[in-house]
């Protein structure tokens, strides 16, 4: 949120600065002007969101300027500041002018939070989402978390109409951009990390790689030197905002398990461990389930998807579960054909090869995830999850 400071006093200016840039979106000052004549006779290039007037500075003669400026921004927020004595004048003169917000200098920190918080609620930044973070994990290499996350996350958006942010937490050799796009990531996982106190909503729209509308993708970090950079606080600032502005956070956390993808993981509302119907697979994906047991991960928030599935092997999805302990989701056939030309092309299967089984699949997985969002729609969920024989 941009703000138009009015005041003369540069040390509430840096107070303001300060306390604005901690908060999450970042509250910035975009312009200062000295007076409330001068705020009128300069206006900003850039509407504020935001006006912020130390009344200690305002003469009484000057008090109409304030219905001016009311009217100038008549969709921004007023916060007036004022001394210890105010005339009751102006007072009456500011609530005309549609000022809501009053507070005392010297500034007292946590009421300047709450008007801020309560003007946030009251604009439409009331509107905030409250997303949710789905978290892909590679029971063993290949298992297909990177092709399974990027197309389902553009399923989400497509299919279901949700905002959809995918980041890839790949420490090395993060690809999730390529298999559904051809564009080049300009920013990465990194960079926003490094830049953490400036993420919100617009900025972090910035660094993606918009794939459709709706849903973008952030690119791992380009080097291991700069993964190793990543501090887990930053993870835990970057999927509170992203919360805030998308509904879905789909995580494709690889297969390593570190400091960083421990930390998402945390954050994780659901988290899908990825693995094929093979021996090697199970003894992995029963190592991976045991460290979320001792990390005290809910069972329910862990099930599985099993990628490549054939019917009729000789393991059954029932000896999967006994075997693991956890529930099978989904299952995702066996499709090589459309994966490849898929993946090969960096066009999500759900685009090139809409009638194919894989792409079929997927989009059960968006009616599943999103129908079981709500706990009232187990309903629906249980009628989805027992139809046909692909499901368990
Ligand atoms: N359902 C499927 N049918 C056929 N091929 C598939 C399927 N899913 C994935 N593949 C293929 O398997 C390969 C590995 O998939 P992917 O890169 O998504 O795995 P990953 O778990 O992300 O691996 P990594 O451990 O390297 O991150 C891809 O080349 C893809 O073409
Ligand atoms: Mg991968």
Redesign the pocket.
Known sequence: MKALLISQDSQLHAEIAAQGAARVPPLSIGATRVSLREAIERLPADAPALVIIDAGDIEAADADLLDRLGKHYSSASFILLTGAVQHQDLLIRAMRAGVREVLQLPLVHHAFHEALDRIANATGIALLRDGKVLAFI?C?????????STNFGYGLATLADKKVMLIDL?GQ?G?AAL?VSDQKPAMTLADVCGQIARVDGPFLASCLVHVAPGFGVLAAADDPTNAGNLKPEQIDTLLRVARQYYDYIVL?V??QIDAISLRALDNADAIYP?LQLALPDIRDGRRLLDIFRSLGYAVETTRLIV??YEKGGKLRLQDLQSALGAEVLHT?????MA??DS?NQGVPVLQLSRSSA?ARSLAELVELVTAHRVPENKGLFDRLFGRGDNHV
């Open positions: 590679a063993k290499g290949g298992s297909g978390a990177t092709f399974i790949h050799f690809d298999y494709d690889g297969r990825i990628n490549r995702i056939p066996n499709d090589y994966v490849t993946v894989v």
